[in-house]
């Protein structure tokens, strides 16, 4: 079966279908959590042991009001036994309620150009601070483990984010205000934009050496800051945009430009401003979003949440 085709079938109406209900009641939000982390076998966030079971309220009968997990082996260890699903996830320590998580997440895996943080706080009567901070937290799940290197026919490209100069008559004042992204990605895979210090030579070619395989062939437009960098791979072939040419063959940067289009008018559109400290944030989401875009809303969501697990991102260090 076609992976395309495979990864679209599978999950996505089970996950979907639970959805609403997870975004609206708390107890099931729990229970969706703990299915989406644990699947069919619980176990500990920090033995791995499935000696685990759940604690009950002894007046109710029913599962304690916070939902705690309990760990025969950390017990016996002298551990802290106790935990919750949000243990060990960026949800960890929160005080927004689940479900507000499950919509969160929701909202930022299957929007295309991404969610705002005041319509999160529209939608759940969320503060827009803490609605801002768990966007922030979703995006750091988000930020890709994959540090493989890039293969097969990778385009790169350059641009700017930021908004209009003050003083456009002035050359340098153009780009003084904006800040430098530049992207690589396989045609027809995955995408690294990253944000850089500036786009002289030193900078791309340092960060294409860094994250596109030895074998693979470059495609950039005629930037100079690009020259000779075919030297470390099979081929480098150019395009020159200034001369009005798009594509040769299958030489071409539509690719890269086609994932800066979407990046920019979500950031326009949605967000409208976005600030240079957290714009690194901004690009690990519309990467997942690129790089998951064969799967469906509900697996996407499904593999935001299972991205959360092992990192933490504390207030002090989202606001810088």
Request: with cysteine.
């Amino acid at each position: 079966m076609n992976t395309k085709v495979q990864n679209r079938s599978t999950k996505g109406d089970s996950t979907l279908q639970a959805l609403p209900l997870a975004c609206s009641d708390e107890k099931a939000a729990v229970e969706f959590m703990e299915l989406q982390r644990w699947g069919d076998c619980p176990c500990c966030p920090r033995c791995g042991s499935v000696n685990v079971y759940q604690m009950q309220d002894s007046k109710s009968g029913g599962r304690q009001k916070n939902y705690r997990w309990l760990c025969r082996d950390c017990k016996q260890a002298e551990l802290p036994p106790q935990y919750t699903v949000r243990t060990g996830t960026v949800f960890e320590d929160s005080r927004i309620e689940l479900r507000h998580w499950c919509f969160g997440f929701w909202r930022a895996s299957t929007s295309k150009k991404g969610v705002s943080a005041l319509e999160i706080h529209r939608q759940t009567g969320l503060s827009y601070k803490s609605s801002l901070f768990l966007l922030h937290r979703i995006r750091f799940a988000m930020a890709p483990a994959d540090s493989n290197p890039l293969t097969g026919i990778v385009e790169v490209d350059e641009t700017y984010i930021g908004g209009k100069p003050r003083n456009p008559s002035k050359a340098r004042e153009k780009y003084t205000s904006k800040v430098p992204v530049m992207a690589m990605i396989e045609r027809g895979g995955r995408v690294r934009p990253k944000v850089i210090a500036d786009v002289t030579a030193k900078t791309l070619q340092f960060a294409i050496r860094e994250n596109v395989d030895r074998r693979a062939r470059i495609m950039t437009d005629e930037h100079r800051s690009y020259s000779g960098v075919g030297h470390f791979y099979a081929s480098q072939e150019t395009v020159n945009h200034s001369a009005g040419e798009y594509a040769r063959g299958d030489v071409t940067t539509n690719t890269v430009e086609g994932f800066f289009s979407v990046l920019k008018r979500g950031l326009n559109g949605i967000y409208h401003s976005v600030s240079k400290e957290h714009l690194h944030r901004y690009l690990a989401e519309y990467e997942f979003r690129h790089n998951n875009r064969f799967l469906e809303d509900g697996p996407r969501t499904s593999a935001a949440i299972k991205a959360s697990e092992g990192k933490r991102l504390k207030y002090q260090d989202s606001v810088k």
